[in-house]
């Protein structure tokens, strides 16, 4: 039995739990997948046993309890990866901790307009003046990242990192609502989705039978 344990949420909406099981699942560290479908009446029930938080997602290991997925994402690096959770060289591992926090503190009217289901696929969809700035910011994260670090590998910081974990579900957004993507960052939006494990989260994603309303568009 795997001594880590991963708390979800419904794999069709829950982009904050996509990225802790990504970065788990890309580095082959071993865990116990725990899924607690969310917005039902035994939700905060289900939630009480394992988040004091009660949110999703949430790492156990034994007696050690951890919540948010940017602080799981880097203990894993810590305890599991010898830190190669990070890119290895100085610049590009600034820069990563910094976009990831400012994913991980910003682009609300993307969240809000653009929530994160895998089922969907719209052709016309119109996001606000205020969602199209936030779309326009991550191109230019995505953008700075590959020219900066692309010669060290295909992913945002050169080697697959934390960065990329949290930015996941922003591809599969992207995808979903149609936001178009050229050159370097549609070749980098295609790789995330053609990640086996990104696959394999969209595809269950997408075979749930819950309908979380106030998710839909």
């Not at 901790?97 to 503190?105: F, I, P, Q, W």
């Not at 895998?118 to 996001?127: A, G, H, T």
């Not at 060290?152 to 599969?172: N, R």
Request: charged share 25%; with cysteine.
């Amino acid at each position: 039995m795997s001594e880590l344990s991963l708390v979800i949420g419904n794999k069709n909406y829950s982009s904050w739990s996509l990225r802790p099981w990504l970065l788990l699942k890309h580095f082959d560290i071993d865990f116990k997948e725990i899924r607690v479908a969310l917005y039902t009446p035994e939700t905060h029930e289900n939630l009480a046993k394992y988040s004091p938080s009660l949110k999703v997602p949430v790492l156990i290991q034994t007696s050690r309890v951890i919540w948010d997925s940017l602080a799981i994402c880097e203990y894993i690096s810590e305890s599991h990866l010898s830190n190669r959770g990070w890119p290895k060289s100085a610049d590009a591992r600034a820069i990563a901790r910094s976009v990831c926090a400012e994913m991980h503190s910003g682009f609300f009217a993307l969240r809000n307009e653009l929530p994160m289901n895998c089922r969907k696929q719209f052709l016309d969809f119109e996001p606000s003046a205020a969602a199209l700035s936030e779309v326009q910011r991550i191109k230019a994260i995505w953008g700075e990242c590959r020219e900066r670090f692309g010669l060290d590998g295909e992913w945002l910081c050169g080697e697959f990192s934390i960065a990329d974990c949290m930015f996941a579900p922003v591809v599969i957004r992207f995808h979903g609502y149609g936001i178009v993507l050229e050159g370097e960052l549609k070749a980098y939006a295609e790789r995330v989705l053609s990640h086996p494990d990104v696959a394999i989260w969209i595809k269950e994603g997408a075979e749930e039978s819950e309908v979380i309303e106030i998710a839909e568009v």
